[in-house]
């Protein structure tokens, strides 16, 4: 069996932030507030922005006019001294919406960063913009930044940074921002999308591999299929961003639980016209069929995960020229050693367990498709 990786084109990988938060004491926080629309754009119109509120960290997010995605973003809040213990609290937000996430009656760090798992695929972290009327030393949101106090009714003296590049805004590179009882925070995310044009699918929960008990640092996999559904389609080339992702929980204690995600890349096929055969295979347990394998992380302190829901594939998909044709999407998740199986990648040809009978073999999801 010819391997599926001389049929397709790797583009690249979305990256995995495997973020585990604590939990939050109720009276640290308040309760997020009614979104707030307004329409900002990656220009940045201060005028069109609610300023800094004294004591308050606003989380905006942005994309460019016409699109539309939701976005996660986690919080670390962080007290040099013995004020409060620090806490952890996590939220998602809309295009063009705002929301309040903390009331602080002291002066924490706030370590903020955009979550990827529990962001829509297809989106990428542009750019950050804060507005603040704290100088703290020039120590505000970005260190370079030169703030000032003050922040007038028409926006005027208030301390405005913006940073751009891959790594921000993430767990190793968060975004840093100061706020107390007489000072305040926005910061405003501004997201692309990376396969501009696309049709996006996410399937519902599929359960092919029944209840799991996953242990921390095993191989756990992820694969997909498609066809196109009208044979009178023309010659394409369908590029598809894709992931899955499987939600645990820790009945057992050790931790917060959280999600395991599998980037499935970014890969391009060349499609002839007509063709309505599963690309490119539909067998359960041909390696064709295997995408990508990770470690899973420890999100349970050293207890096994639990899975009692399935899994969620979503994707991003692109045709180049467009046929009009539907697609229909097929997916398949496998965690060996969940299944008393040896621990195994079932993405590795050269894995010595990869053949053996039903270590890597696993049922297909109901098709999903995308118009």
Not at 135 to 143: K, L, S, T
Not at 263 to 273: D, E, M, Q, R, S
């Amino acid at each position: 069996m010819p391997n599926r990786r001389r049929f397709r084109w790797v583009l690249g990988f979305m990256p995995v932030l495997a973020v585990a938060w604590g939990c939050q004491e109720p009276t640290q926080t308040v309760s997020p507030r009614a979104p707030t629309k307004f329409g900002i754009r990656p220009s940045f119109d201060l005028s069109t922005t609610p300023l800094p509120e004294d004591g308050f960290l606003k989380v905006c997010s942005d994309t460019p006019p016409g699109t539309h995605g939701t976005f996660q973003f986690d919080v670390h809040v962080f007290y040099p001294f013995p004020y409060k213990p620090d806490y952890d609290l996590s939220t998602q937000i809309h295009d063009a919406e705002c929301q309040t996430l903390i009331n602080v009656g002291v002066d924490p760090l706030i370590k903020f960063v955009q979550n990827v798992e529990g962001t829509d695929i297809n989106w990428k972290l542009a750019s950050v913009t804060a507005v603040s009327d704290d100088d703290n030393g020039g120590q505000g949101p970005f260190v370079a930044s030169d703030w000032t106090r003050n922040c007038q009714p028409d926006g005027t003296g208030c301390g405005i940074g913006q940073v751009a590049g891959s790594d921000i805004a993430t767990k190793t590179d968060p975004i840093r921002c100061w706020i107390d009882p007489w000072h305040g925070c926005i910061l405003t995310t501004h997201n692309e999308q990376i396969l501009p044009g696309a049709t996006t699918i996410k399937t519902n929960l599929s359960y092919t591999e029944g209840r799991l008990r996953i242990p921390a640092n095993t191989w756990f996999a992820g694969g997909y299929t498609f066809k196109f559904v009208n044979k009178t389609h023309g010659a394409t080339q369908l590029t598809v961003l894709s992931r899955v992702q499987v939600a645990v929980t820790c009945p057992s204690g050790g931790g917060p639980g959280g999600t395991i995600t599998v980037p499935l890349g970014t890969v391009t096929y060349n499609i002839p016209a007509g063709n309505t055969d599963w690309t490119l295979t539909g067998h359960i347990n041909d390696p064709d069929s295997w995408d990508a394998a990770v470690r899973t992380q420890d999100l349970c302190g050293g207890f096994l995960m639990d899975n009692q829901v399935g899994a969620v594939f979503s994707a991003a998909v692109l045709q180049s020229p467009a046929t009009g044709s539907p697609i229909d999407f097929k997916f398949k998740y496998r965690d060996p050693a969940s299944k008393g199986k040896p621990d195994t990648n079932c993405d590795d040809m050269d894995d010595p367990n990869r053949n053996l009978t039903n270590v890597c073999s696993s049922g297909w999801s109901v098709p999903t498709r995308a118009q």
